[in-house]
Every structure is written in C-alpha cells, then in structure tokens.
DNA sequence: GATTGCGACAGAATTTAATACGGCCATTAT
DNA sequence: ATAATGGCCGTATTAAATTCTGTCGCAATC
C-alpha cells in the first residue's frame, strides 16, 4: 500500500522540486550511491532518517531512476568506444533500428539536430567486434551511410550532475537575444 | 589490515577474471544496485555470503568502479542534451580544454579518431546554457571550431553492459582479414 | 597416487544499517 | 488566532550486511 490503492492513484503531496538540500544528496549519491542514511545525513546536515525521508521522496517523484553500479568497460572486455553518426532515408525507417539497442554493445541511441540523423554509443571488444557491428547497421534497411568516431582517450565520463549551471552573461559586443 | 600493512601492498590473490556468474551479478546490479544479497544471490544460484563475496572481490578487482544513482536530467533542470566536436590546433593544447570537465554540464570528454579531434557530451538546462558553454569553448586557446549535435530524442541510454558481445562471423564474399 | 594447501561456498551468529513510529517546531491556510 | 501540514529529530524495531566457522572440490606437490 505505498504508491495506488485499487487502481486509483493517490493524490501526491505536490512533487515539490529539488532544492538545495536535494541537490547535496543527488551529488553524494552520484558519487557513491552506498554510503549509509547517516553518513549521508551528516554530509547534508539532517538525520538519518530525514535523509532517507529525502531520498525516498526524490525517487518517488522520479529525480532518482534508480542505482547502478559502474562497470569498468575492460572487465567485460569491451575495450573499445565509438560514437557512430547514421544517415537514414527519411525518418520512419527507425523501428528496424531500434533493433540494434538489443546488442549490448550499444549505450546510446539518439536521433539529433546536425549534419546527421541518428547518433549511436557503442562499446566493442576490438576493431572487429565494431566491423561487425557495422555491417549489422549496413543490413538494416533505410540506412544509407554511417560514420564512425573511434575514441582514443576517455578524460571524464560521468553520470548526470546535480550541479546548477550559471547564467550566460551575454558578452557586451553582443544584442540582447529576445528569447 | 585489508589493502596493505605498512605500505607494502600484499600480493593479491591473482585477480581472476570476472566469469558467467560475475557476469549475471554484473548484469542484475547494473539494473538495480539496492537489491539484497539474499535476492542477488537467488538471482545468480548462490547463497547471500557467497554472492557478497564476489561482490567485493569485483569491487576490489575494479570491474565495479562504484555505484552510483541515476538522476533524471529533467530533474535536474538540464533537459538538453547535445554532442559536440571540437577541432584545435594540435593536441598539445589539451590541458586547457581539460578545465570544461570541471562544469558540471559536461559529462564526456573523449579524444577521437575521424574527422574532427574532441567530442564532448554536454548536458544543460536550454539553447542559451549551451551557447554561453560554446562560447566558452571558443575563447579556450587552441579551439578552432566546433560542430554541435542537438539531440532531439533518446532512444536508449544505459550503462556499461557486461553482456558478451558475439564474434562476427566473416561474410563470404569477403576475404578473412590477416588480424 | 596420496596428500596438502588453497579458493569458493553454505549455514549460523553477530553487528550494523535501514525502516517505522511518535513527538516537536515552523510555516501556511483557514 | 488557530488548526493543519510538512519537515525534522530521537528512539525503537526490523531487516540486511558482515563476520565467522566448517565443508567441499580442485590443483599443485611430493
């Protein structure tokens, strides 16, 4: 009896949004999702149990999707990163695509903004491994052309941050944007 | 007394590779890091002090660089999501592009092969955020351009997978490559 | 080929942390 | 003003993590 009773869903106590305190938790969090409720407490200054009453409530409301631990790529002997750009005809071909996020060695599948369609993160064991992969997006049917990015070395890779992005001062030889 | 005594590291127990079971274990913990050991062991085939102690030693090992929470971007107030290339002048320039890791809208920073030299995964709260992040990169000296990549939807994103990847098989018509 | 040492596991015991409960205070709405 | 609410703390209870001990199987050794 915690999220519906018979189907009816309860009336939330208004998801208020993360505030300062919350963030502090997302930020241990993100760093070591194991710390116990009172070392957490003792970070963000709350008890133990205020701390937890927090995190519940971030993962009710969705902030928190869930905990997973960090697998270096390496041990499961996928050495290899690579971004690779897919040009489709057109863009209704995708559900044949969206095949490819059964392979485990695929991360990411975006469509984006640019000079190409879909953008995929990849992780293969070696060049061949890759190959393979790319004559399976060369079999799939509307892709017209791939290009890939092989990645030499990784300097940061990290999961989403709570911190707070500052404003952009708009430089004085610049207008004023409207929006 | 567990990692070493005096400073002198003790000699490990050869740090076997992560085999099925590791696997399996990876594979659960990388969907929900809170589960019990009870249940972890269940899930796997061993009993819960069994499958702490692989658990530590993959912890030990390195194949689980930590556990982390996984915040919702939105959450967050960073609901875009872009890629971005940058060329510079050489790579020697690197150190000071190194300073963007310490944004916390960048969440990638890779060194590629292909046509450009960077690629950055950067994540903020709109257009302007990003522009103002741009206009950063293109007053960081060495920085001659840049190619963004909006991301208009994802599809998948995930974690590091332990899933074994399968070899490919050579098509016919192609000739066996030497490596 | 028997033996000894080692690594991995299961079951029980212990310690520690997670979770639930009751009361207090501040803020807000009536 | 006052009642209701949400957030917090301190305590109590429950559940899980962690430790300990013994057993089994495997492999290297003699």
Redo the contacts between chains.
């Keep these: 009896m915690d999220e519906e009773t018979d189907g009816i869903p309860l009336n939330r106590p208004a998801p208020r ?2 505030d300062a305190i919350d ?1 502090k938790i ?1 930020g241990v ?6 710390v116990s409720y009172a070392e957490l407490g003792d970070r963000v200054g709350l008890s133990p149990p205020a701390a937890h009453e927090r995190v519940k409530r971030l993962r009710r ?13 390496k ?4 050495p290899l ?1 690579a ?1 690779v750009h897919i040009d489709t005809r057109g863009w209704g071909k ?1 559900p044949e695509l ?1 095949a490819v ?1 059964q ?14 369609c879909m ?1 995929l993160k990849v ?3 070696d060049t ?2 890759l ?3 790319l ?1 399976r997006l060369y079999e799939t049917p509307g892709v017209t052309s791939t ?19 500052e ?2 001062p708009t ?1 004085k030889h610049m207008a004023e ?1 409207l929006y």
Tied chains: 1, 2.
């Design positions: 949004d993360v963030r997302l969090l993100v760093d070591d999702a194991t409301s969705g902030a928190i999707r869930g905990t997973a631990v960090i697998i270096d790529p041990a499961v002997k996928k990163l971004f995708t969206m996020s392979y485990p060695e695929v991360e990411e599948i975006h469509t984006v903004a640019g000079d190409t953008l992780r293969t064991e061949r491994a190959e393979g992969l004559a290009r890939s990015y092989v990645v030499l070395s990784t300097y940061l890779e990290r999961p989403v941050q709570p911190g707070i992005t404003k952009w430089p944007p």
